[in-house]
């Protein structure tokens, strides 16, 4: 059982940075950087992790669950920010 639930929370985190890197490919402009917003948040997350741990390596013992939040919120918010997308390409344009 646990072999299966860390096999599913890499697949997540590989979902969402597969999920990042086509959204950086195929959106131009404003789109790419609000696509890089759910990127950054990442980033900070586990570079907050390195930096505290190496201080003091008792202070992120769940650093496993905090990628994954920070993956899965990722996610979202790619999700968020593709629907915004869509809604836009799909409202008729007034002249």
Known sequence: MDKLILVGMGILVIAFLVAQVQSLWR?????????????A??????????????RDPTTHNLWPAEVLLAAVG??????????????????????
Request: proline residues 4%; aromatic residues 14%.
């Open 41 to 54: 948040y990442a980033v900070f997350v586990v570079t907050r992790i390195v930096v505290d741990v190496r």
């Open 27 to 39: 959106w131009k402009g404003a789109w790419r950087l609000a696509g890089l917003v759910p990127f």
């Open 74 to 95: 990722g996610l979202i918010g790619l999700g968020i920010i593709a629907s915004f997308r869509r809604w836009q390409a799909a409202r008729p344009r007034r002249n």
